[in-house]
């Protein structure tokens, strides 16, 4: 085996939590990771010629072509491994194309345990970068914001000039309802993150990035203080993907309302949708929201499933393997 990195286990299992982006004004910059969603992979390798194989359950993801596979041969061909043979059991416990961060939880799993597997020290930047790198295949460009989350935990902050991300865990607890629409509605808009994106602006105004600066500031002053009224004021508040996203949703705002009628602190878009979020003070304000939220949606004819849950406090993680 060439390289710096000499196997120290032959095998790992590592969990990394689904997430949720933006948060409202904070596109690219902004995220925090959700219980009760998470990715699971079990990695072993052997000797052999530097062939990568995935088995994939769960959600009906296909093993070929998996990006677990991707960063693996990524993973091999950038740290100069050879003569080993990696084979990833990949159990999809995120939804996919929920915006619920499916992808970066992948990416995220399969690099922790390759790095802990070869114990290659990788600093957060490189971490970041590499995650970042198998998110463009299904974004078509890189993004940092699902992964950050995905590997610290907690409610990230990217910093994007020096590659880098900021953990804040808030001093109250928050509580997360989430709607999300059915795998048949999803499958109407095939590589959903990437035309997400290409349908916000390529320019902003001055006044209109003056007011997102604003949005963003209040958020983030709101989590590190535990202010739930300006909390939920600065996660309701994009003036940049919200307009253009919230048309691929059906009835987006009329669940907005209904969501602050009924005790919501706040309410978005869950990343690059078609899942919606609703922060709440608390467990029984956060269920009637969600029972609110489904009501509206079986009500018109659309398959959802609500959830309640809460921030992650914990990121990627080793596991015992079963």
């Known amino acids: 085996m060439g390289g710096n990195g000499n196997p120290v286990v032959r095998r790992v299992c590592v969990r990394a939590p689904a997430s949720i982006a933006n948060l409202g004004a904070g596109f690219d910059v902004l995220a925090m990771a959700i219980e009760g969603f998470y990715d699971e992979v079990k990695v072993s390798i052997s000797e052999g010629n530097g062939h990568v194989e995935v088995e994939s359950t769960g959600f009906n993801i296909p093993s070929r072509g998996n990006l677990a596979c991707a ?82 935990g907690g409610v990230v902050i990217v910093d994007r000039i020096r590659l880098g991300a900021y953990k804040i865990v808030p001093p109250v607890d928050i509580h997360v309802a989430v709607l999300m629409p059915s795998e048949k509605f999803v499958s109407k808009y095939p590589r959903k993150t990437a035309f997400a994106r290409d349908i916000l602006p390529k320019q902003i105004d001055l006044r209109t990035l003056v007011d997102q600066n604003s949005a963003v500031a209040k958020l983030v002053y709101a989590l590190m203080s535990g202010n739930l009224e300006v909390l939920g004021e600065a996660v309701s508040t994009d003036f940049v ?26 309410f978005n878009i869950a990343g690059a949708g078609p899942s919606v979020f609703a922060l709440c003070r608390s467990i029984e304000d956060a269920t009637r929201v969600s029972e609110a939220l489904r009501g509206i949606a079986e009500r018109n004819g659309i398959e959802t499933e609500a959830i309640v849950t809460q921030i992650a406090r914990e990121g990627v993680r080793i596991v015992e393997c079963s």
Request: contains cysteine.
């Open 241 to 266: 993907a919200e307009p253009r996203r919230s048309t691929l949703i059906p009835l987006y705002w009329e669940l907005k309302r209904a969501a602050l009628e009924n005790g919501a602190l706040g």
């Open 71 to 152: 960063i693996a041969e990524e993973f091999l061909n950038r740290y100069k491994i050879d003569g080993i043979d990696v084979k990833i059991v990949l159990h999809k416990g995120i939804p996919p194309a929920r915006g619920l961060g499916s992808s970066g939880a992948s990416c995220v799993a399969t690099l922790y345990a390759l790095s802990r597997i070869f114990s290659i020290n990788l600093s957060l930047s490189e971490f970041l970068e590499l995650a970042g790198l198998c998110e463009s295949f299904v974004a078509g460009s890189q993004h940092y914001d699902n992964v950050s989350a995905s590997t610290l």
